[in-house]
């Protein structure tokens, strides 16, 4: 089991980017998928995209995609979510979570984060 803790949330305009930080504890953060989610307000969490354990496939939400980029260092025990292109429909707060079985379902992941706001103004 790996202990996950976010970062680099916070406030920013329209058509602005963010860098969110998801670091890792245990000795076998290189094993697992990650995923990111978000939940807004009043509303359910919402799988945003996912990475391999290698880094080498990701996939993403349509709502997401062609702006948001997932990546992993696993040699610093990171996973980053780069947000492009924020609309104000992105505010959330984000988390992110190891995978324990296929799927995108919040269920299909382990070991959450204590999330990270992102506030998108117009």
């Known amino acids: 089991q790996v202990q996950l803790v976010e970062s680099g949330g916070g406030s920013v305009q329209a058509g602005g980017s963010l860098r969110l930080s998801c670091a890792a504890s245990?000795?076998?953060?290189?094993?697992?998928?990650m995923g990111w989610f978000r939940q807004a307000p009043g509303k359910e969490r919402e799988f945003v995209g996912a990475?391999?354990?290698?880094?080498?496939?990701?996939y993403y939400a349509d709502s997401v995609k062609g702006r948001f980029t997932i990546s992993r260092d696993n040699a610093k025990n990171t996973v980053y979510l780069e947000m492009d292109s924020l609309k104000p429909e992105d505010t959330a707060v984000y988390y992110c979570?190891?995978?324990?079985?296929?799927?995108?379902?919040?269920?299909?992941?382990?070991?959450w984060g204590q999330g990270t706001q992102v506030t998108v103004s117009s």
């Open positions: 979570a190891a995978r324990v079985k296929s799927g995108s379902s919040p269920s299909d992941f382990g070991s």
């Open positions: 245990g000795r076998t953060f290189s094993s697992y998928g």
């Open positions: 990475i391999s354990w290698s880094g080498g496939v990701t």
